[in-house]
Nanobody
């Protein structure tokens, strides 16, 4: 089992920045990819960014490219999502996820991830 705990969400004005953290514990060595997903009421969960456990592979949703950066610190079992130039449409509940059998083509597909955190709310005011 892998446990994930997100932190760093909050309220910010458009154009501002936030950094989300996801601390993992348990059998984290069994995971091969980590991802950040987001969801707003009435909408499907959306893949935002993902990274391989070794940090070599990253992928971003088109809507966040150039603004968000995902990184991983294996010594701390922590994944980060640096979010810059935030927009109103970035408002959502953000979830961290870990997968044990994620493939590169499916990095942003939530169905491939086994473990999920409880989520952290990001609210951007225009």
């Amino acid at each position: 089992q892998v446990q994930l705990v997100e932190s760093g969400g909050g309220s910010v004005q458009a154009g501002g920045s936030l950094r989300l953290s996801c601390a993992g514990s348990g059998y984290t060595h069994t995971t091969n990819f980590m991802g950040w997903f987001r969801q707003t009421p009435g909408k499907e969960r959306e893949g935002v960014a993902a990274i391989s456990s070794g940090g070599s592979w990253t992928r971003y949703a088109d809507s966040v490219k150039g603004r968000f950066t995902i990184s991983i610190d294996n010594a701390r079992n922590t994944v980060y999502l640096q979010m810059n130039d935030l927009k109103f449409e970035d408002t959502a509940m953000y979830y961290c996820a870990a997968g044990t059998h994620v493939t590169i083509p499916s990095m942003l597909f939530d169905g491939k991830y086994n473990y999920w955190g409880q989520g952290t709310q990001v609210t951007v005011s225009s």
